[in-house]
């Protein structure tokens, strides 16, 4: 580091499991820049503080983890229509005023799809779950033009509720989905304690599905995943490709620039995911 190092961060709780700071680092030497990127472990009582202390010191920008996504939000100065559309905020950019916030959760969720050669335009699209992230999925799939979107939750009151949420916003046809196109899993089922446990009782469930998508990408291959390879949906991704796409989005917020997509985004993926399987 030298006197001019630009400083970044994560802010979350907790944060030590983040791969953000991985990723940024990577960036950055692609890219050549000379920033740090920092993991912030703040509190739910500290992020007014924390937000206001990383403005002070000048932190360029921050990424915001769980559980801060909706939290920070009254401590910035400006908030990006796409993130009010998606009710939360996972990067902020320092600006004289105050920080700046934006999400970039769903445009993870629109470049992983693109990726594939694939879109929502006209699509029937699954959303397995109704936390912050169910939010990103669905705006994502409103904004990329899906004709119908089906919610499916534990707790049906939080799915009623995201589904006025995207009504609110995007005149889509928000009602259950009985073949979709795509689905998308953004409940916690298949990840730590719940890592044997899918949504999904039976494969049948895959039938004429296109892309199943997990959000979760510890394990690697979740046991949704496992069902819908095996009933042999043509697409299965994991939320890998999600979590570098949001960080190039944060990354192109801050440095204002596109390199990173100029060759091979895949190929740096990749990169990112031996580095990931390694650790
Ligand atoms: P995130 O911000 O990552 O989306 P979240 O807001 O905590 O996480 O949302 C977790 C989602 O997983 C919710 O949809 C939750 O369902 P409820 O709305 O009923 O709470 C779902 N979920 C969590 N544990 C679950 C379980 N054991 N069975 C089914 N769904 C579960």
Redesign the pocket.
């Known amino acids: 580091m030298t006197g001019r190092t630009a400083v970044y961060g994560v802010i979350g709780d907790p944060v030590s499991h983040s791969f953000s700071p991985q990723i940024h680092a990577y960036f950055a030497e692609l890219c050549g820049l000379d920033m740090a990127y920092v993991p912030f472990h703040v509190k739910g009582k500290n992020v007014g503080d924390a937000i206001r202390g990383a403005h002070a010191l000048g932190i360029q920008g921050l990424n915001v983890t769980?559980?801060h996504?909706m939290a920070v939000m009254p401590y910035l100065s400006h908030i990006d229509a796409a993130a009010k559309q998606v009710g939360t905020v996972n990067t902020l950019l320092w600006k004289e005023d105050g920080y700046h916030g934006y999400n970039t959760d769903y445009i993870g969720i629109l470049r992983s799809i693109s990726a594939l050669g694939m879109s929502f335009k006209g699509r029937s699209v699954a959303v397995?779950?109704?936390?912050?992230?169910?939010?990103a999925a669905c705006i994502a799939a409103a904004s990329g033009g899906a004709e119908r979107i089906g919610i499916v939750?534990?707790?049906s009151e939080?799915?009623l509720a995201l589904a006025s949420h995207v009504n609110s916003h995007y005149n889509v046809d928000v009602r259950e989905v009985t073949s979709p196109d795509i689905v998308i899993q953004?409940?916690?089922?298949g990840f730590g304690e719940?890592k044997d446990?899918s949504?999904v009782s039976s494969p049948g469930y895959f039938a004429g599905v296109q892309l199943a998508f997990d959000?979760i990408y510890t394990p690697w291959e979740t046991v949704f995943m496992r069902q819908a390879r095996e009933a042999g949906v043509p697409h299965v991704i994991n939320g890998f490709p999600m979590l570098v796409e949001q960080a190039a989005a944060a990354f192109g917020i801050w440095h204002t620039d596109e390199r990173l997509y100029a060759e091979n985004f895949d190929e740096k993926i990749e990169t990112l995911a031996k580095r990931f399987n390694a650790d």
């Open positions: 769980v559980p996504k397995f779950g109704a936390g912050g992230s169910a939010y939750n534990r707790t939080n799915a953004t409940t916690t089922v719940m446990s949504p959000i």
